[in-house]
């Protein structure tokens, strides 16, 4: 992960985390094919150490039967990254030991976005004294396409999402292959949360995406969803409504431009050139200037 691509991360999760947290409570991984307790709390993923470093993990979760889950998302699968885990693991335990004692349990998983096939991987690695023991999930076994147009339905007719869908819309981006594909997904999916009512339901489904997609996320599409999140609700309204005024501005502008060539007999193809506009919608302006003359 590059430099640029960490600081954002950190930024995401230290910016949404409370968001995220509240709202995560109750909820389950089934939709990953992890068929555990539900969450009870979302913990710190920050684990401080007496030397000068710090480990930062990607989600660190209490259940509700008391034990611990370790999220971790990956776009690659090296062996070397069972050093990784080990130090997640003994971090975590000298974090928690003192709280569990020996009723201490921690859950690995390790999910994997769709650049990853199953048969790349291996979930064990015996060390002879110590064995680590993974469990896995891969998000090439959804059906992208399938899942976007269902929640693309139901929130545009209004409808709500059900716990497991809401799930799906967090880490739709992650089914797909590829970081230009996922930050198209992301996008879209940005857009189509504005269509959901219930600001609630809206914050948590972009926090976690901000969160679960952290390590893919462009700096832009991150900080439009930031700032998204931190405007009030009359303040995002004002926004679209903004928005939607500048949109007919240059609505406006171009339908002039367009009016004013077409006067002087331009080429509906150098009208096309120099608007930006296409065939169809010149073609409909001059329509509409023909029947104004009349």
């Known amino acids: 992960m590059s430099e640029q691509k960490s600081e954002i991360a950190y930024q995401n999760k230290d910016i949404t985390s409370k968001v995220f947290a509240e709202k995560f409570v109750g909820k389950s991984f089934n939709v990953y094919g992890f068929h555990l307790p539900k969450v009870k709390r979302v913990l710190p993923t920050n684990l401080p150490t007496i030397q000068a470093d710090e480990l930062r993990l990607?989600?660190?979760?209490?259940?509700?039967?008391?034990s611990l889950a370790l999220i971790d998302y990956e776009s690659a699968y090296k062996e070397e990254n069972k050093v990784k885990y080990l130090n997640y693991i003994a971090r975590i335990v000298s974090q928690y030991y003192s709280v569990y004692k020996e009723k201490l349990k921690l859950k690995l998983l390790i999910i994997y976005t769709a650049d990853v096939k199953k048969d790349q991987t291996k979930d064990f690695w015996n060390l002879d004294s110590v064995t680590l023991t993974l469990q896995q999930a891969f998000l090439s076994a959804l059906d992208s396409e399938s899942i976007k147009e269902n929640l693309t339905r139901k929130i545009k007719n209004g409808k709500s999402l059900s716990e497991e869908e809401m799930m799906q819309f967090i880490i739709l981006p992650l089914t797909y292959q590829g970081e230009e594909k996922k930050n198209k997904a992301i996008k879209e999916l940005f857009q189509l949360s504005k269509s959901i009512e219930e600001e609630a339901v809206?914050?948590?489904?972009?926090?976690?995406?901000?969160?679960?997609t952290d390590k893919v996320i462009d700096e832009k599409t991150a900080k439009r969803i930031k700032e998204w999140i931190s405007m009030t609700k009359v303040a995002r309204l004002f926004e679209e409504e903004k928005q939607e005024a500048l949109k007919n501005a240059l609505q406006a502008k171009d339908r002039n431009t367009v009016e004013k060539l077409l006067k002087i007999g331009t080429d509906i193809k150098n009208i096309m050139y120099v608007t930006g506009l296409s065939e169809e919608e010149i073609k409909k302006i001059e329509k509409n200037l023909l029947v104004t003359k009349e």
Request: negative net charge; charged residues 15%.
């Open 202 to 212: 809206q914050l948590f489904l972009l926090s976690g995406i901000l969160v679960f």
């Open 58 to 66: 990607d989600n660190l979760f209490l259940l509700e039967d008391g």
